[in-house]
């Protein structure tokens, strides 16, 4: 068992891990050095995925993820800059950062990990759950169709914007790796398994 793995603090099957874990194994790959890379991500349940990517980081302000890569990337265009962000946050809150990070089209990698809800704070609905869902702010269903985070951002002229699966994981470790190497703003949403509230 790999240590840092000993120190994972998600829910036992969370694909958070799995995604960090190909994360970890894109860099690897790619001989891309850990003072050569820099994670930025924030709030939520994944916000942890900084913590566990050895390397230079930072966990920014609520919903600020975005924009503090940006501005490491504009200090530092050598760098290699990952932002991490989340169903809520990249595609609610914040989706104003998100479509112009797209139109701006600097050489940042976003990994959005999609559970379809709101996990840390407990089961709410987000701009991704499904129509039929039921979650505590949808005790019926859900009423409204779910954001398509790829069409989004193409229509933002994003050039790279692919779909990715927690626990396909050689496939997403690839995806990954094709998303760094890809020069311009490139977009990975991971449907991330979240056994304790994604239900559907
Ligand atoms: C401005 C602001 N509003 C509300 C919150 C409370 N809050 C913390 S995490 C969260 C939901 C996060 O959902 P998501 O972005 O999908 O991440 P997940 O926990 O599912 O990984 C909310 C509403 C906050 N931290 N900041
Ligand atoms: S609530 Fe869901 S996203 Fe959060 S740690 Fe648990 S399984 Fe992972
Ligand atoms: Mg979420």
Request: hydrophobic share 40%.
């Amino acid at each position: 068992m790999r240590s840092w793995l000993n120190n994972i603090q998600w829910c036992p099957g969370c694909g958070d891990t799995l995604i960090i874990w190909a994360i970890k194994k894109a860099f690897e790959q790619l001989w891309i050095e850990s003072h050569n890379r820099v994670v930025v991500s924030w709030v939520g349940c994944s916000w942890k995925a900084s913590q566990y990517i050895d390397g230079y980081a930072a966990e920014t302000l609520h919903g600020r993820t975005l924009p503090f890569a940006t501005w490491v990337k504009m200090a530092n265009p050598e760098l290699t800059v990952l932002a991490t962000g989340w169903d809520w946050d990249g595609y609610g809150i914040w989706m104003g950062h998100f479509i112009h990070a797209c139109k701006r089209d600097l050489d940042i990698t976003y990994i959005v990990m999609d559970n379809e809800n709101y996990a840390l704070t407990t089961w709410q609905a987000s701009p991704t759950t499904p129509i039929w869902a039921k979650t505590k702010t949808t005790p019926n269903w859900n009423t409204s169709n779910p954001f398509n985070p790829i069409e989004i951002a193409k229509n933002a002229w994003c050039s790279f914007a692919k779909t990715a699966d927690s626990i396909k994981f050689m496939e997403m470790v690839e995806i990954i790796k094709e998303a760094i190497n890809h020069k311009w703003f490139s977009l990975v949403n991971v449907h991330q398994a979240c056994p304790s509230f994604k239900r559907w």
